[in-house]
C-alpha cells in the first residue's frame, strides 16, 4: 500500500492564481479531510469527506473548494490564492468504524507558497 | 465547539528526566489521539485514546485520558535525544463527523544531552 499520497510537494503561485491540490489513498478509507498546517497553530480543518459524493466544511473552509467523486480521491482546490493561504497542506484518510486501531494517516503534505 | 489547548508549548529537556505534556479540550469528544511531528516531515501517528481512564504505552511514552476532567496527558519517561519533535494531541467525535479532529497548537520537545 502507498498509503496516502499527495501531489505536488512543493508549489509556488502567484496571488489570483488557481491550483488543485491532489490527494489520494489506496486504503479504501471513508473518510478522507484536508489541514492547513501554519506555524504556532497547530493543524486547521478545511474540508472533510465521509465517502464519496458527501463534503462538508471544516474550521477555515473560505477559498478552497472539494469534491469527493471516488473513495479514493479528494482533491482540495484554491479558487484565487492569495498569501494568506501561504501553508504546509496536509491530506488525511481514517476508518469508518471505531476501534483501538483507529487513526487518521496522514500524507506527507504539500508545502503551498503564494507571492 | 471543541477546543483543544496544550501545555507546554515548548519543552526542552535533559536527557534521562521525566516530564509530561497535558492536553486539555473544552467539550466531549469520545476520542483523543496523540501525534508526533519532525521538522519538515509528516504526521505519525502514536496513540488513540478511546475510553476514560485509558493508558496506552510505547517505549518511553505513556498516554493518558480522563474525560471527566477534560484531560489527557503523554508522559516521557527517561528521555532521550531520539524523542526531540513536536507532540500534537487531537480530540475528535464519531459518527459522521469521524473525519474531523481539532488539534492542539502543539509542544515542541528539545532534548539536550
Known amino acids: 500500500n502507498a498509503g496516502v499520497t499527495q501531489t505536488p510537494k512543493f508549489q509556488v503561485l502567484k496571488t489570483g492564481q488557481s491550483m488543485t491540490l491532489q490527494c489520494a489513498q489506496d486504503?479504501?478509507?471513508?473518510?478522507m479531510s484536508w489541514y492547513r498546517q501554519d506555524p504556532g497553530m497547530g493543524l486547521r480543518l478545511i474540508h472533510y469527506?465521509?465517502?464519496?459524493?458527501?463534503?462538508d466544511q471544516g474550521e477555515v473552509p473560505n477559498g478552497y473548494n472539494v469534491s469527493r467523486s471516488t473513495t479514493e480521491d479528494f482533491p482540495l482546490r484554491l479558487l484565487s490564492a492569495a498569501p494568506s493561504q501561504t501553508s504546509v497542506y496536509f491530506c488525511?484518510?481514517?476508518?469508518?468504524?471505531?476501534?483501538?486501531?483507529?487513526?487518521?494517516?496522514f500524507g506527507p503534505g504539500t508545502r503551498l507558497l503564494v507571492l | 465547539e471543541l477546543k483543544v489547548e496544550q501545555n507546554p508549548l515548548f519543552l526542552s529537556m535533559q536527557e534521562g528526566k521525566n516530564y509530561t505534556i497535558y492536553c486539555n479540550y473544552s467539550?466531549?469528544?469520545?476520542?483523543l489521539y496523540w501525534y508526533r511531528q519532525d521538522p519538515g516531515k509528516s504526521l505519525e501517528s502514536l496513540f488513540v485514546?478511546?475510553?476514560?481512564?485509558a493508558v496506552k504505552q510505547e517505549g518511553r511514552l505513556m498516554a493518558s485520558l480522563d474525560t471527566k476532567a477534560r484531560l489527557s496527558t503523554l508522559h516521557i519517561t527517561a528521555a532521550v535525544h531520539d524523542l526531540s519533535a513536536t507532540y500534537f494531541c487531537?480530540?475528535?467525535?464519531?459518527?459522521?463527523?469521524?473525519?474531523?479532529?481539532?488539534f492542539g497548537q502543539g509542544t515542541i520537545l528539545t532534548v539536550h544531552p
Open positions: 486504503m479504501n478509507h471513508e473518510y
Open positions: 469527506s465521509v465517502g464519496a459524493g458527501i463534503t
Open positions: 488525511a484518510s481514517s476508518y469508518s468504524k471505531s476501534g483501538s486501531k483507529e487513526t487518521q494517516y
Open positions: 487531537a480530540g475528535g467525535t464519531g459518527g459522521t463527523s469521524y473525519g474531523k479532529l481539532t
Open positions: 485514546l478511546l475510553s476514560n481512564g
Open positions: 467539550t466531549t469528544s469520545d476520542r
